[in-house]
Every structure is written in C-alpha cells, then in structure tokens.
C-alpha cells in the first residue's frame, strides 16, 4: 500500500510530494515531511484517504 500513497502523492498536481514522507502500519498511513503550505497539508489527507486499503491517516506535516 505504500507504494500506491507515493504514487497518489507523486502524480497530485497540487502536492509537492519530494519531501513527504509515508509510513504504513496494517491500514494506517502516517505522513511526516515539509510541504509549502497549509493547503498541501490538508490535500495530501485527503488523497491518501481516498486510497483503497486506507482506514485512517495521521499527518504529521509541516510548512518548512
């Protein structure tokens, strides 16, 4: 499942994904990482929820 997180992450036109990275624990995604802005922060969730397998996402990204 993580490959696919990546992947969703990666394509995003709206993430920059190079410096997120992801955590998978059974069907849980954690996210750490820089992004730019609050919106990415918010829209990397909300991708990586709409992933098939995922049950929950902990983001742990910041702005930096």
């Known amino acids: 499942m993580d490959t696919a997180v990546v992947e969703a992450l990666t394509v995003a ?33 909300v991708i990586c929820a709409a992933i098939a397998g995922v049950a929950g996402v902990t983001n742990r990204l910041q702005i930096g």
């Open 13 to 45: 036109g709206d993430v920059d994904a190079t410096y997120i990275f992801v955590t998978v624990v059974d069907t849980g995604v954690t996210l750490s990482g820089w992004v730019a802005t609050t919106e990415e922060i918010a829209r990397a969730s």
